[in-house]
């Protein structure tokens, strides 16, 4: 306990700096409440694509869930890679979720997936565009309330897969991580400052302030939605545009930055970005206690190639997962200490 009263207080005074500051610890048991819902699946589609003497068995699975207040079911989209089961037999492997950025997954993530497998780590690719950047960009756009669903629908899939995660006698429940680049790691980064069960996280380029990145980030689909966002309302300057979405964006990372031991997080941040600014990964980075980072000169797509194109990168990668899965979890006592601020405020 002494070690969390430390950490939070280092952590505050970090904060002041700050332009956007999160929640106070105070409030933070309360938002954490909301998606401490349980979450149940039913696999809807199941397709094998491996041999029995393959040392990496593929799975495309979809599964079916729902969350709170949600509508409609929602279809989680998995591709999943997990170690020779034969070969297994009886042991459990610790598993990765992969969040893919805009654009869906591609050969990076998948190249990711397997080098996972290599190294004894399951690997879930969870390919859901769960921002609908892709489909608002090249079609029609959605009620602006959808903007502030992403994160409700992305921490639903990843909460729907650690629940079947639960249920296979080869993966390791105990040891699981979260990876993400881009969107992926903005989206998987929240998912993880609300699920104690998930024991480390990488994030390439991601940042914190939401409405900030849509009204500034220069990546392409985004930029699309913006104008089209922006002529639809007749909003005349991005500032305007920012006020606007932070009317739907009511959630973000940096809300909940201090459920992020920093230890248990890697970040590689970009310091010539402009889709996701390199001012809201380092807001991303401080919010999340200053974790270890590596700095990379190059743009945004650079940086996410020069981070998992080649096999001695994404080898770096899994090693960090391997390390942290050596140790017990220790996000579940700060998460217990929050709880337990919220719980006497209230």
């Not at 979809?62 to 170690?83: A, C, G, H, K």
């Not at 780590?121 to 009620?143: E, K, M, R, T, V």
């Not at 309302?233 to 006020?243: H, L, P, R, S």
Request: with cysteine; charged share 20%.
């Amino acid at each position: 306990m002494d070690r969390i009263v430390l950490f939070l207080f280092l952590f505050n005074f970090s904060l002041l700096s700050m332009a956007r500051d999160p929640l106070p610890a105070e409030s933070i048991g309360d938002v954490l409440t909301d998606f401490q819902y349980e979450s149940q699946y039913t696999i809807v589609d199941d397709n094998e694509n491996s041999s029995s003497w393959s040392s990496c068995w593929t799975y495309n699975r979809v599964i079916e869930t729902t969350f709170p207040n949600m509508q409609e079911p929602l279809d989680v989209n998995l591709q999943m890679y997990v170690p020779n089961r034969k070969s297994l037999g009886d042991e459990e492997v610790p598993v990765v979720f992969i969040l893919p950025p805009v654009g869906g997954a591609n050969f990076l993530d998948r190249n990711m997936a397997e080098t996972f497998c290599d190294n004894k780590i399951a690997a879930i690719i969870i390919s859901n565009d769960f921002a609908n950047i892709d489909s608002q960009s090249n079609g029609s756009l959605l009620p602006p309330e959808d903007h502030g669903q992403a994160l409700h629908r992305a921490v639903a899939g990843v909460k729907a897969t650690m629940a079947m995660v639960t249920d296979d006698l080869n993966l390791n429940q105990k040891k699981m991580g979260i990876f993400g680049a881009s969107l992926g790691g903005i989206l998987g980064s929240f998912a993880m400052t609300t699920q104690k069960e998930i024991a480390a996280g990488y994030f390439i380029v991601a940042g914190g302030d939401i409405p900030n990145i849509l009204a500034h980030s220069q990546q392409e689909d985004v930029a699309r939605i913006r104008r089209k966002r922006m002529a639809a309302e007749n909003i005349e300057t991005k500032e305007e545009y920012e006020t606007y979405i932070r009317n739907y964006v009511t959630l973000d990372p940096i809300d909940l930055g201090l459920t992020m031991l920093p230890e248990t997080i890697k970040m590689v941040i970009s310091k010539r970005d402009d889709a996701v600014p390199t001012e809201n990964q380092y807001n991303l980075h401080q919010a999340f206690g200053e974790p270890e980072a590596d700095y990379s000169n190059d743009g945004h797509v650079d940086t996410v190639v020069g981070s998992l194109l080649f096999g001695n990168s994404r080898r770096r990668i899994a090693n960090f997962f391997k390390d942290r899965f050596k140790v017990d979890n220790p996000r579940p006592a700060i998460f217990e200490f929050l709880n337990s601020l919220a719980i006497y405020q209230n």
